[in-house]
């Protein structure tokens, strides 16, 4: 370390008077360092990889259309007469949260955009975090080190839902006064503590006068706070586990193969959220979302006919519209000890989703005890090379969207002209045999991919041309893959089944049994990747046959 | 008096006091509850008109409503269901029904106003029902705000609060009400076609009725005021529009982003 006071030439001073200032504040908040870490980060190209990129940037865009929108709405349950400007709702009785949120829409210079912005912009976020997570799921992203990143992730798809119902519920309208109506009924079924619960979050009976205040403090406060907290740890951890990629030539666990944060990515990405901000403008501009001065006030008496949560709760409302009253003779709801248990309600709003969600956060860890694989994978698997997982992610996919399709099942009715009685029978059957079916399907379709793929790599594409050889035999000349793509082909891992191993005392116990078990229904008819002595066998092959095909033409020549 | 008083234990006396009554209460409720009968036609109808309708109800309708519209397993008798019931069945197309179903299908009328008018008639005479709305109540300048209050509560369980229309059970429908006229939409709340109920002058007056149709006009001339209305079927085909449409969009811009110039 040098004292001296005097400046010396390797003391570097910046030319220009921004280079200088840029130097002052680097050289107290060493941003530089930081810039240079960050912009050397390699992110690896695929359109896969960019719907979480889509959440953010849609989250973002809900804050700030979000705070225009706070500016200018009341959330109070106070009785007024609205004096707007929309004359079919001229003087009637409404809340003053119903009543703000007419004039957002009427009155104020831009709020009707704010409020289709915001809208359309929550439906697109819960979307897009919903589709990032399938990626996720399908790719195996979520094996180590990325296990806690998927919960922090499942958390936040479940944030997303609570700031969405949370949002839905706040202009008083009748289609978000039935929703809450819903979500009171689905509270009071709980036993014992439900109805203890629902006087306490309405303040008394149900509307009360405090609910839309409540949940206006827990949308724009602490909803929002924990999802940008999620957002920090989510994206702090893609930083420090580094991106997976999908498999190819020269990508191996130890490496990251794209283009650099700087200046690729950062252009890229920084384009990006202006093409979604776009695309949610011309979806704010064009198209309707939400228009409460169709729906009126709420009041408790009126239900309308298509009423409806946002997507994302469809499928509890689906669950809910599927369970029968009875089942054969026996009542659902039931009075046991004086108590009415009103399982009818209870059961369809409650289970699926709660096994959805177990499942969805436990995947991880059954997957890594059934293999026992403490290995660290930042290359992805192609989702037919994981057959089984595959296959229970489109079962739970189907599941979902049978009770995502029986929240519209009125629709479907009025639309495809069929009954809606027939409609409700039949997504009540592949409510429980939609997920079986989709779970054989899909096995079998990655399977048969499989081979496919392992068939190509051993004996190349078919081109179409059909060759008679002098002796009469036909065949189908293949040409040979180049490497590139070969690799993609071959280069996957395919683990076999784990037979049960003695734990320290040498005892094979029950659970290790069941685990044996479990990893045999998973991997007992892979189809292996095509081994080098395979690759080099076929090619042999190819090779007697290219060479019988040059001797005949040599015979030909001799002629 | 006397006479009276000794009689009073007569056997027949308890029988003779049920029946004064019975006919008492019977009697007071018939007037009191007068509001609740359809009003007599008003409407004069020609005896040719009468007469060139049975001519046509006989051709065209017999077949179910039987001779003399007196009703058949087919069909049901249309003695007492008054000219709005025609003018709306015939007029809008349902009636004659193209096919049998859980319910008629609106279609191309295929009878002309003339005819229309004769078999209204014909039906009109057959015995006293609800006559076709006077131009009064079918202005469309009541009071929309309270027609906007009556039409949820008493009509946008089935018909949906934007009055697009929604599903009933096995197959029936509520349709919706857009491009339906004034005319249409007041003897659909007299009559009660199809499956809907009949909304009586002591349900909703005819006033509201008209508060109704002002504000089902209103709504209707308004459009969406908020861009394409997607159909008015609430989140059901916002959640579609924004999965298909958006991340379509967005999905078709990722790959462009991602994908190599070379």
Known sequence: MSSNATPDASVFVAKTSGGRITDFVDQRVGGSGILREFGRKVFPDHWSFMFGEVALYSFVILLLSGTFLTFFFDPSMAETHYAGSYTPLKNVEMSVAYSSSLNISFDVRGGMFMRQVHHWAALLFVASVSVHMLRVFFTGAFRKPRELNWVVGSVLLILSMAAGFTGYSLPDDLLSGNGLRIIDGVIKSIPVIGTYTSFFLFGGEFPGTMIISRLYMLHILLVPALILLMIVMHLFMVVVHKHTQYPGPGRNDGNVVGYPLGPVYAAKAGGFFFIVFGVVAIMAAFFTINPIWNYGPYDPSPVSAGTQPDWYIGFVDGALRLMPGTIGDWKVEQVWFGYMFTFNVLLPALVPAGILFTVMFAYPWIERWITKDNREHHVLDRPRNAPTRTAIGMAGFVWYCVMWAAAGSDLIATHFHVALNDVTYWLRALFFIGPVIAFIVTKRVALALQRKDREIALHGRETGRIVRLPHGEFIEVHAPLDEYKRYKLVGFESPAPLPAVPNEHGVVDRKEKRRAKLSRWFFEDRVAPATPAELEAAHGHHGAHEAVEAAESQKTLSH | ?262
């Open chain 2, 1 to 262: 008096m006397k006479a009276l008083s000794q009689k009073r234990r007569h056997p027949l006396a308890a029988i003779a006091l049920l029946l004064m009554g019975l006919l008492v209460t019977g009697g007071l409720y018939a007037v009191a509850t007068t509001v609740n009968q359809a009003k007599a036609d008003t409407t004069t109808y020609s005896a040719s008109d009468v007469e060139e309708g049975g001519k046509l109800f006989a051709a065209n309708c017999a077949t179910c409503h039987g001779m003399g519209a007196s009703g058949s397993q087919a069909g049901p008798s249309l003695v007492g269901v008054g000219a709005a019931a025609v003018d709306f069945q015939v007029g809008s197309g349902r009636m004659p029904m193209q096919m049998n179903g859980p319910q008629a299908y609106k279609k191309p009328a295929q009878f002309n106003e003339e005819q229309t008018k004769q078999l209204a008639a014909y039906v009109a005479s057959l015995g006293p029902g609800p006559a076709i709305p006077e131009a009064g109540v079918l202005d469309e300048k009541g009071d929309a705000a309270n027609g906007g209050e009556l039409f949820r509560t008493n009509c946008a369980m089935c018909h949906n609060a934007a009055a697009a229309g929604g599903a009933l059970t096995r197959g029936k429908f509520a349709p919706a009400l857009a491009g339906v006229s004034g005319q249409h939409i007041y003897e659909a709340m007299v009559t009660g076609p199809q499956n809907m109920p009949v909304f009586s002058d002591a349900n909703i007056s005819p006033e509201g009725k008209r508060d109704i149709i002002t504000y089902l006009k209103q709504i209707e001339a308004n459009g969406s005021p908020g861009g394409a209305d997607l159909g008015a079927l609430g989140p059901v085909s916002e959640g579609l529009f924004v999965w298909i449409a958006g991340l379509g969009v967005i999905i078709a811009f990722t790959i462009w982003l991602t994908s190599r110039t070379s």
